[in-house]
């Protein structure tokens, strides 16, 4: 990990000066104010080493990000019993799409499209009040972190759901289907504070070491899931991680990677490391720009690709 530190500053120093950064997204207005020149990378090891560069400590709101956790959380609530409202397979849509919910009978593609994310969020809800599923979730989170000092940003909430009408929309369609069981209200009360979750690049890293441990966090040891399930999730990650951009994601830095329209990028490299990166401009798929090219080099540098 020694020779890490170099590539990070140097990636950091390339990247910062590129001039085409993607853009900042805008349609939750609270977002639209972070500033697009914001750089941060951090890779944490199995060893418990980390090392970052950037603005790796600033919190950042991890948006999709959370859709992993979430989906974690609900898998370990009920079990397999999750896939009978959500698929697994690539969508080939853009992640707020709600056509092919029409074609499938209100089912969900994966649990990563804001759809799919919205009918797990309503697992996790299961019977409770919203603000129960909330705090369960920031917990779990901390959890997997190992650090009681990561908060939801209450102004990224409000800020979506005051524009949030299209998950509302794919919420009451997928009711109409009997997808989600609570009132779509509620189920996106709960899902527009996961994803305002604050958390540095520093917390991302060592909240996914799980993933990259075969279900076992190496900093506390503790037992997240069997590592059947660290194995699927990596899966999935890889297949619908980065919505219509997930093919092109594998194909250029070859790692399992969940991405939010924060700009943040967890990535896992089984038996290794985590990456996570945070660039807050996006591409046309709602992925960042420079996180990505960020992987990229990294994975080229230290042949970290699954794919060897
Ligand atoms: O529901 C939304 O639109 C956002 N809270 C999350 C979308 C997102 O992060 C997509 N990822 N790139």
């Known amino acids: 990990m020694d020779s890490i530190k170099p590539l990070l500053d140097e990636i950091c120093l390339e990247l910062r000066e590129r001039r ?19 750089f941060g990378i951090a890779v944490a090891s199995m060893n418990g080493s980390l090392v970052t560069a950037g603005d790796a400590d600033e919190a950042f709101s991890i948006q999709s990000i959370s859709k992993l956790f979430t989906l974690t959380l609900a898998l370990g609530q009920v079990g397999d019993r999750v896939w009978e409202r959500v698929g697994r397979e690539p969508s080939g849509n853009a992640f707020n799409s709600i056509v092919q919910l029409e074609h499938e009978q209100g089912r969900p593609r994966n649990p990563f499209v804001n759809a799919g994310a919205i009918a797990v969020t309503d697992i996790v809800l299961g019977g409770h009040r919203p603000k129960e599923a909330i705090g369960d979730i920031l917990r779990f989170v901390r959890f997997l972190a190992n650090d009681d000092s990561i908060n ?31 009132p779509p209200a509620e189920v996106l ?5 996961q994803c305002a979750l604050a958390m540095s690049c520093r917390q991302l890293a060592q909240a996914g070491l799980f993933l990259a441990a075969n279900g076992r966090n190496p900093l506390t040891g503790f037992n997240v899931v069997s590592p ?3 194995r699927r999730l990596n899966a999935l990650m890889m297949t619908c991680g980065h919505y219509d951009g997930s093919g092109d994601f594998a194909f250029r ?10 700009g943040g990028i967890l990535a896992i490299v089984p038996n290794k490391a985590v990456v996570s990166v945070w660039s807050p401009g996006l591409d046309a798929n709602g992925n960042s720009l420079l996180g990505t090219a960020a992987l990229e080099m990294l994975v080229r540098r230290t042949g970290w690709s699954v794919f060897g």
């Open 20 to 38: 085409e950064k993607g853009q900042v997204a805008d349609y939750i207005p609270q977002l639209a104010k972070v500033s697009i020149d914001k």
């Open 152 to 182: 939801i940003d209450r102004f990224v909430a409000l800020s979506e759901q005051a524009h949030g009408d299209r998950n509302l929309a794919l919420a009451h369609f997928m009711k109409s289907f009997g997808v989600i069981k609570h």
């Open 253 to 262: 830095v070859g790692l399992p990677g969940k991405s939010g329209v924060g």
């Open 189 to 193: 009360g709960v899902y527009f504070h």
């Open 228 to 230: 059947n399930r660290a």
